[in-house]
């Protein structure tokens, strides 16, 4: 491979200027531009130049008007062996930028295509190949680096049109104001970017206040100063400065700017008062309110610290007057601050003083604080009454007598007028009052129990008007102190104790209760004070409750036991009330036994198999009762003759026999008010005294009901069967649903009770009882017999009367 051929001989033609002179003439390639041998070698067999040699870069002139141009020509020794083709790779060629650099692959001269920009692309790295023809490379790539110049195409610019700062006024020379910036895109390695700033121009705000010149500005750093004294916010409040930067030291392009100084203030002036004196008026008992203004002059800035009064208050021992400033427009505002009272005092008179809320500055003038003195003079007024004591507290014994003194003396008026005085509130009307004096009277008796009354206090609103009609209320709490009413009362009255072996006689646990209210009701204290209750005696356990137990051994019964209680009021209370212990046998519960089961616990009775035979038997017997019973009562309904009438049997006996009888109590055969034989009667025509009562829809009558303890009472009962429907087969399923509903309902007697229900078989031949009167076979009847049925039949006979 041929080497790469970099002599500093060489290298130092390359930095000439293409056609730099006619001495150059090898060829004509030669002299329009340079050229560089890259790959040379130094002879055959010779050793390759080192490759570390730097390649100097090719400087290209910004925007050049002369494009295309030729900027360098490389050659490769490989030209003396046959052909060689160049290609040129890198940004400005194939990657972006595209298209500013170009190579000629034959004779290997690269050229710039277009102006270029130092601004956007300060430099570019290219590299350069020699190929053969088929593109196998010849030589390893080298790289070339090509440095754009930069020209003063640019003016400096300042970062801001508009730049603000301030200064404080009497500022002396050399203060720094502010500082302003500017920046120029050329190189800032060359004097196209050497900036110089500098003042060309001042105005005043006011105008012309000033003529002197009173800012400068550093050439180089552009920072803005004070250049004389006179600074007096007072005499000019604003400068506008134009600004000027240009590059080549100030001597190139240029931009301009404007810089806007404030003056600012200090407090140099001290706030002064309008006037020396100042007279206000004030109402008496107002207070909160604002009774007059001050004001003050001061020329420094206003709305801020050096422009803001502070007030003071002096002679003023007891801190009736405040003063505040207003923000806007700096006036002292004076306020009453305690109530004034023109009886007392009619006039006021203190000292004001002023100062700004900022210091004076050591430059403002030496003088004493400005100061005015202040009358106020209290406007009378119509005063309200008042009473001495709100709410008015007044202790009352519950039991106090009517026309009592309660209170007096209760109200008085600052302006001495004539007071009148009435109840605005008396929802018991418990209380009277004197309309001349205010003296409050008891009108009626007091009851503790009033539902006004909470907490034992009772309220009530008395009102007072003077003679201007201004007026003023009070509330009157009436205490109620207990007293003691009421004497206790013992409870339980009656109640049973276990005695015998087999439970241990413990005693009656009993306390008192008592409608007073403490102090008067507890602790109690129980006595037996009657010759007859020595048999027994009371074991107190607390303050409430003693415990009734005999002093001996006891027959099984009832006793009653007088107990004396008394109560802890003052007088105390007593009563003599007489309980009724009852003395029983007890199970293993606790519970009382009665005379069978206390029979049955005892040693005496049977033993315990022969109990269990027994109700066995007894078991045994009722069933064999009701089977014939129910044997009998199918025997007869078939014994009914069809075609015949209902009440027509075939059996000879009465036919009384085949009328159920549901539980009649009445008097006898005469009694007809006990049982009525209208079949249509309704068992809810019976009147409220009447013996009857009846299982809950099914209007059948019953006997007075036990109570069940199997279920709660009250509870609602479940639906009963209707009436059945007309022309029934069979009411059997009738008599069932009810007997259902009767085993659910909570209202019915115990499951052991016997619910007697008739049952009239199938097939019957009427419908209702009502067919007996509509029957097709009424000709063919002959109700005679019913006249041989007694009293209780007549009226059934009457209705069938063939007459």
Not at 160 to 174: A, L, N, Y
Not at 272 to 281: C, G, L, P
Request: hydrophobic content about 35%; overall charge negative; proline content about 7%.
């Amino acid at each position: 491979m041929a080497m790469w051929m970099l002599m500093s001989s060489v290298l130092g033609l390359l930095v000439c200027q293409v056609c730099s002179s006619a001495e150059h003439h090898h060829n004509e390639a030669e002299q329009d531009h340079r050229t560089l041998y890259l790959w040379r070698n130094q002879g055959k067999g010779m050793m390759r130049v080192k490759r570390d040699w730097i390649i100097p870069p090719i400087r290209v002139s910004e925007n050049s008007r002369y494009v295309p141009e030729d900027l360098v020509q490389i050659k490769s020794d490989k030209i003396f062996s046959g052909e060689v083709i160049y290609k040129l790779e890198g940004p400005g060629v194939d990657q972006e930028p595209k298209n500013l650099f170009e190579i000629d692959d034959k004779t290997g001269v690269i050229r710039s295509k277009r102006p270029l920009d130092r601004e956007q692309y300060s430099s570019f790295t290219l590299k350069a190949f020699a190929l053969s023809p088929s593109g196998e490379r010849l030589e390893n790539p080298t790289t070339i680096e090509i440095v754009v110049l930069d020209q003063n195409d640019n003016k400096p610019v300042f970062t801001h049109k508009q730049f603000f700062g301030s200064v404080s006024e009497f500022s002396v020379p050399g203060t720094l104001v502010m500082s302003v910036l500017a920046t120029d895109a050329d190189d800032p390695m060359t004097e196209n970017a050497a900036l110089g700033f500098s003042i060309i121009g001042q105005d005043s705000i006011p105008p012309n206040a000033v003529n002197k010149t009173m800012f400068g500005i550093n050439n180089q750093t552009g920072a803005i100063y004070t250049r004389d004294v006179g600074l007096d916010r007072e005499v000019v409040k604003e400068f506008k400065l134009k600004l000027r930067v240009a590059d080549m030291w100030g001597d190139g392009l240029h931009s301009d700017a404007v810089a806007i100084i404030s003056v600012s203030d200090i407090n140099n002036h001290a706030p002064q008062f309008r006037a020396a004196s100042y007279s206000i008026k004030a109402l008496e008992n107002s207070y909160n309110i604002e009774i007059g203004r001050v004001s003050v002059t001061d020329r420094d800035d206003p709305g801020t610290g050096n422009w803001e009064a502070k007030y003071t208050i002096y002679n003023d021992p007891y801190g009736n007057f405040a003063i505040q400033t207003d923000p806007v427009t700096n006036q002292g505002i004076m306020t009453v601050v305690k109530p004034l009272d023109y009886e007392v005092k009619r006039e006021h008179n203190f000292i004001l003083t002023v100062e700004n809320v900022n210091p004076l500055s050591s430059k403002a003038p030496n003088l004493p604080l400005s100061s005015a003195a202040v009358l106020v003079t209290v406007v009378n007024e119509n005063e309200a009454p008042y009473f001495k004591e709100n709410p008015i507290r007044i202790e009352v014994p519950e039991n106090e007598i009517p026309g009592k003194l309660l209170k007096s003396n209760i109200a008085s008026d600052p302006d001495h007028s004539e007071l009148r005085f009435q109840i605005s509130k008396d929802p018991e009307g418990w209380l009277d009052i004197d309309r001349d004096t205010g003296n409050i009277f008891l009108r009626r008796s007091l009851n503790m129990k009033s539902p006004h009354v909470k907490n034992n206090i009772y309220s009530a609103v008395i009102m007072v008007t003077d003679a201007g009609g201004v007026s003023a209320s009070a509330t009157v709490n009436i205490i109620l102190e207990e007293t003691n009413d009421f004497p206790p009362q013992v409870r339980p009255l009656s109640s049973f104790l276990c005695t015998g072996d087999s439970r241990a006689t413990s005693g009656l646990l009993m306390t008192a209760v008592d409608e007073d209210r403490p102090p008067h009701a507890a602790p109690f204290s129980f006595l037996i004070t009657d010759s007859l209750s020595l048999n027994w005696t009371v074991n107190k356990v607390n303050d409430t409750h003693t415990v009734l137990s005999p002093t001996v051994d006891l027959e099984a019964g009832e006793y009653a036991v007088t107990v004396w209680v008394t109560d802890s009021g003052s007088p105390s209370q007593s009563a003599l009330t007489q309980v009724n212990v009852t003395l029983c046998h007890c199970d293993s519960y606790g519970d009382c036994r009665s005379e069978s089961g206390a029979f049955l616990a005892s040693s005496v009775g049977i033993s315990f198999i022969a109990l269990i035979i027994i109700i066995a038997c007894g078991a045994l017997l009722l069933v064999l009762l009701f089977l014939a019973v129910a044997i009998n009562a199918c025997g007869k309904r078939h014994h009914i003759r069809k075609g015949s009438g209902l009440l027509v049997g075939e059996s000879e006996d009465d036919v009384r026999d085949n009328v159920l009888n549901y539980n009649e109590q009445g008097g006898g055969e005469e009694d007809e008010n006990a049982f009525n034989i209208d079949l249509l009667w309704n068992p809810r025509d019976a009147p409220p005294t009447s013996p009857w009562s009846f299982y809950p829809g099914t209007g059948l009558p019953q006997s007075k009901q036990p109570l069940r303890k199997d279920a709660p009472h009250n509870l609602p009962s479940p639906t009963y069967p209707r009436r059945p429907p007309a022309d029934p087969t069979d009411i059997e399923d009738y008599i069932n649903e009810g007997l259902e509903a009767a085993d659910n309902d909570p209202n019915v007697p115990p499951y052991d009770t016997a619910l007697i229900y008739d049952y009239e078989g199938e097939g019957s031949v009427a419908g209702s009882l009502s067919s007996i009167a509509s029957s097709s076979s009424e000709g063919d009847q002959d109700y005679d017999y019913l006249n041989d049925w007694g009293p209780r039949f007549q009226k059934l006979a009457n209705m069938y009367d063939p007459r």
